[in-house]
């Protein structure tokens, strides 16, 4: 059976990073720039994304602005019909680099911050003066007439400041702003006893986005998606397995999800020697886990197997050493008190930077 036209790309066009969050989702194990893909082949892989069905492109990293043929990729993703999103740490988007991004065609971009003021922000990221600088990437973003989300990575370290971070999103001009709960995989998974947050934390969280969304209704739309280690049922990771998106790594590895490559033993085609069309369609990697028919008990046959499609892959092969079992985050999973247990032991305050 063909499937389904993709909706999006992530391009991950980089690893390099001048911010050291520890919990970045980047593999443990980084892209170093002498392995990215070059201009032109990324300029083949968005028009076959266009060609695909995909409506837009989500260019990050890593740090995308720290490639310097950006505004050729951005141009190349709208002469192709793509909608640009670029999502930025900000730290190195100055007014010469924005103006070369609007120029070439950028529609919108969405900006990490770290914590609410300069000093948590700083210590989270490992770079000083870096929320200065996001604030002025904010700046001449609105001053450029995109519209801007900003993306607030929240954890037990800074969940905290929500409050403040909701007035930071509002200061700097966004419309939308996205409550992200940590996901852990990569650098996250190894710093998770640091950033776990409490049921007590995400229940006031739930409350303050509430309440804020109630009295910013049509200022700022706030996304807030319950984190996995409290919830009872798993999320829909990706829209399903090779349903609604697909990702490109640094060196051109065509994944179903940015984290797929953390999964042992799964070989992914790459761009340099395959279409995505050819990739989407008939790929092992991409065929092995779409539908239900990969799926173990409990899943086979559950009522819910269409709407969460067993939950994450990655996330069943980081906790459980087998990518075809369900998602510990569902109750029903035989595996599930492994995720209370990681929430009781959690509690650390050091972590570890990503190298
Ligand atoms: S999570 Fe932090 S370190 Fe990782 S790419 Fe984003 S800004 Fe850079
Ligand atoms: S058993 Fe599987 S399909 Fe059913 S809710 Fe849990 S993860 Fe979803």
Redesign the pocket.
């Known amino acids: 059976m063909t499937p389904d036209a993709p909706l999006a790309l992530l391009a991950e066009l980089t690893h390099r990073c001048p911010l050291r969050c520890p919990y970045c989702s980047n593999p443990l194990e980084l892209a170093k720039a002498s392995e990215e893909l070059g201009t032109d082949e990324w300029a083949r892989a968005l028009r076959e994304a266009a060609e695909l069905g995909c409506l837009q492109v989500h260019l990050s990293g890593g740090e995308p602005t720290a490639r310097r043929d950006l505004p050729d990729i951005v141009a190349a993703a709208r002469a192709a019909g793509l909608y640009t999103n670029l999502i930025t740490a900000g730290v190195t988007l100055d007014a010469a680099k924005l103006e070369g991004l609007v120029a070439a065609g950028l529609d919108h971009v969405q900006l990490s911050v770290q914590d609410a003021q300069a000093e948590g922000a700083e210590r989270i990221g490992g770079l000083r003066g870096a929320h200065a600088r996001k604030r002025e990437a904010a700046r001449l973003v609105m001053a450029a007439g995109l519209p801007l989300t900003v993306n607030a990575v929240v954890h037990r370290q800074n969940l905290h400041n929500l409050p403040a971070l909701i007035e930071l999103a509002l200061e700097w001009g966004a419309g939308r702003l996205e409550v992200a709960h940590v996901q852990y995989h990569g650098w996250a998974l190894a710093n998770r006893a640091a950033l776990l947050p409490t049921r007590a934390m995400l229940e006031e969280a739930t409350r303050t986005v509430d309440a804020a969304r109630g009295r910013l209704n049509g200022r700022l739309v706030i996304d807030h998606v319950v984190p996995d280690y409290h919830a009872v049922?798993?999320k829909a990771c990706m829209g399903g397995w090779g349903r609604r998106f697909l990702a490109i790594s640094p060196r051109g590895d065509i994944l179903p999800c940015h984290a797929a490559e953390s999964i042992p033993g799964m070989v992914f085609p790459n761009v340099r020697d395959k279409s995505l069309r050819d990739a989407w369609t008939h790929a092992e990697a991409f065929n092995r886990f779409r539908g239900t028919a990969w799926?173990p008990a409990?899943?086979r046959g559950?009522a819910?197997?269409e709407r969460?499609w067993?939950?994450c892959r990655c996330q069943a092969a980081a906790l459980l050493g087998d990518a075809a079992q369900?998602?510990p985050a569902?109750a029903?999973?035989p595996h599930h008190a492994m995720l209370r247990e990681a929430l009781d032991a959690a509690g650390e305050t050091a972590f570890a930077y990503r190298g």
Do not use: E
Request: hydrophobic fraction near 20%; proline fraction near 12%.
């Open positions: 049922r798993p799926m409990p899943c559950c819910h197997a969460d067993g939950g369900t998602d569902c029903l999973s």
